[in-house]
């Protein structure tokens, strides 16, 4: 969204805007800790300013060159019925050119429905036309396949899990 102001000298500007929140709706169940990168996709927008962020493939495209910041809450949980030790959780937020690693390399003991979480924020420059997404791992010892899920949003406490945000500066 681009609005026409009247500055101070008495001259006009164009003010750029652009931005989005957006979440992960609901709960996937063996979908992580394999140790394998996997894109993030959060599936509801609550406030997308230009229709940016494709819900679909989990993308923000880049409408003006300048300072963008982004925002990450990555939440897994053990969807298992036995305790696991969790060796690293890492999340990334990629661009069309570059990967930056916001998190990682946590070592806990999961619990059967416990849930461990990374959160990250980060400042970039970016062109019109890049775009930006994230992608998470989780790597559980002794691994023989997936076996910990992607926790979404919870309609009984009201509480976001896994998001994703961002929002053009200047």
Partial sequence: MSQIINNNSGGSGTIQNAGFVSYLSTNTINT???GIY???ICDVDTHDINGNYDTSTGLFHIPYTGSYVFTVQYAIYNSNSISQTLYDLSVNLYTSSTTYT???GVQSVMNPLNTGSVTGCIYLYLNSGD???VS???YVEGNSGLHLGVKG???GTNTYY???SGKYLY
């Fill in 38 to 40: 996997r894109n993030l």
């Fill in 153 to 155: 949003y919870d309609s």
């Fill in 136 to 138: 998470a791992n989780a």
């Fill in 131 to 133: 775009y930006v997404g």
């Fill in 162 to 164: 896994t998001t994703f």
């Fill in 32 to 34: 992580a800790g394999d």
């Fill in 102 to 104: 916001l998190n990682g």
